[in-house]
C-alpha cells in the first residue's frame, strides 16, 4: 500500500463548487503509451485507441498528449468521434473509425480527412463506387474477422475478394487488421488460432501495413506486433497483463467531497432498501457521488474508498448522487466536511475499482460523468 496523505480541496471556484473532482496525469498517459512503444521492434508503429471520450479522460485532451509524445496514428469509434477529434487536432494525424461507413455520409470520410475501416465486403463495394465516383482512390482499412464474430469481413466473404481481388480496385488500401478475443490470457489457443487465420489472410493480399495487437497483445510478443499496434486501455492505466503486476502507470484519480458525518448505531439502517444495518456505534460519511456520476450500483455494500491509507467501505445502497462510507476507524481529522475522499486513487486503482464492481476497468473508465471538476496535471497544463 503506497503512503498517501489525505488530499487536499485544489483552491479554485470551479473545485469548491465541485462534489467530486477527477484528476488526470498527462505526463503518466504518455509514459504509458512510451512504455507500450518500448515493447515493440524499431519500424513498428505504435498507434492510440481514444474512443469512447478518450476512455472518459476527454479525448480531445488524450489526443494532443499523445500528438505531442509522438503518436501519429488514432483509432476512435464513430464518425462524429473522428469529426471532433480532427478539429482538435487539426491536419496532420491519420484517424481511423472502427465502425466503418455509413450509409450516405461516405463524403463526411474525405472532407474531415478520415479513414474508415470496412467491415463487411458490402462495405467494400460501397467504398469502391465511392471511389469511383469521385475519380480517385481514397484511403480505407480492412477489417478480418478472424474469430470475434462481431465487426469484419467472415471468411466466407474474405475468399470472395481473393477469388475476385477487383474488389480492391480503385481503394487506397492503408491497413489490413483483425482484432483477439482474449489476448489477456497469454496461453489461451483462440490467440494463436487467430494469429494464424489473420497471417493466411494476409498472404493473399495486395501490400498494406497489418495491425492486429491490442493492448494486451502487444504484451504476447513480437509476432502480434505486424506494423501497427493500437493499445487503448493499457494507455489510462488498466493492466493489460491481468495476474502480473501492472506495467501501466495510473493516469486518473477521483476524488468526492464528504458533504456530511453522523454517528449512528443499532438499529440504524443506512440508504434506500435498508441493506446496511449498524452494527454498534458507527460513523458514516455522506459524499458527493452517485451512479449518476457513472459509479455503479453494483458497489452499493461492496465498493472501498480511502481516506490517506484509511479503508472506507461503501455501506449501503449506491444511489443516484450520494454514497454513505462507514469511515469508524478513521481518525476524525482526516474525515470532516468538505474533504476529500478517494473512489479512484493510489490505493484503489481502476482493477480493483472494477474487481468489487463485478465489471472491468473500461466500463469504470467509460461511465465517468460529467458533474465531475476535471483537473489535467501533467506538461499538458
Excluded at 480532427?86 to 463524403?107: S, T, V
Excluded at 490517506?308 to 443516484?320: C, E, I, L, T
Amino acid at each position: 500500500m503506497s503512503d498517501v496523505t489525505a488530499p487536499a480541496t485544489p483552491n479554485t471556484p470551479e473545485a469548491r463548487r465541485a462534489g467530486a473532482i477527477l484528476t488526470i496525469d498527462l505526463d503518466a498517459f504518455k509514459t504509458n503509451w512510451r512504455t507500450c512503444a518500448a515493447q515493440t521492434a524499431d519500424g513498428v508503429e505504435t498507434a492510440a485507441v481514444v474512443k469512447a471520450g478518450g476512455y472518459g479522460i476527454g479525448a480531445d485532451r488524450a489526443a494532443q498528449a499523445l500528438r505531442d509524445a509522438g503518436c501519429k496514428t488514432f483509432f476512435v469509434a464513430t464518425i462524429d468521434e473522428g469529426i471532433q477529434l480532427r478539429e482538435a487536432l487539426g491536419i496532420g494525424p491519420a484517424i481511423h473509425i472502427f465502425n466503418g461507413l455509413m450509409d450516405g455520409a461516405e463524403r463526411d470520410y474525405p472532407h474531415h480527412d478520415l479513414i474508415p475501416v470496412l467491415n463487411s465486403l458490402g462495405e467494400v463495394d460501397a467504398w469502391r463506387a465511392f471511389c469511383t465516383g469521385v475519380g480517385e482512390p481514397l484511403p480505407c482499412d480492412l477489417h478480418i474477422d478472424t474469430g470475434m464474430s462481431r465487426l469484419g469481413l467472415p471468411s466466407d466473404e474474405m475468399q470472395k475478394i481473393i477469388d475476385n481481388p477487383d474488389h480492391l480496385t480503385h481503394l487506397k488500401l492503408d491497413m489490413i487488421l483483425s482484432h483477439l478475443t482474449v489476448s489477456e490470457i497469454t496461453d489461451h489457443p483462440n490467440n494463436a488460432e487467430q494469429l494464424a487465420a489473420f497471417r493466411d489472410v494476409l498472404s493473399h493480399m495486395p501490400p498494406a501495413r497489418a495491425s492486429f495487437a491490442n493492448s494486451s497483445a502487444i504484451f504476447l510478443g513480437p509476432e502480434f506486433h505486424f506494423d501497427v499496434t493500437r493499445p487503448g486501455v493499457a494507455l489510462y492505466g488498466v493492466n493489460p497483463t491481468p495476474g502480473q503486476l501492472n506495467p501501466m502507470a495510473q493516469v486518473v484519480r477521483l476524488q468526492a467531497k464528504i458533504l456530511q458525518v453522523r454517528t449512528i448505531d443499532t438499529p440504524q439502517t443506512v440508504g434506500y432498501g435498508a441493506t446496511h444495518t449498524a452494527q454498534g456505534l458507527e460513523r458514516i460519511a455522506t459524499v458527493a457521488l452517485g451512479y449518476a456520476d457513472g459509479y455503479s450500483r453494483d458497489l452499493s455494500n461492496a465498493g472501498l474508498a480511502y481516506i490517506g491509507n484509511h479503508k472506507a467501505p461503501v455501506v449501503g445502497r449506491v444511489s443516484m448522487d450520494l454514497i454513505t462510507l462507514d469511515v469508524s476507524t478513521v481518525p476524525e481529522d482526516l474525515c470532516r466536511v468538505g474533504m476529500l475522499v478517494d473512489m479512484i486513487g493510489p490505493n484503489n486503482p481502476v482493477d480493483d475499482v472494477a474487481k468489487r464492481a463485478g465489471t472491468i476497468g473500461y466500463e469504470i473508465l467509460t461511465s465517468l460523468g460529467s458533474r465531475f471538476h476535471r483537473v489535467y496535471v501533467g506538461e499538458e497544463t
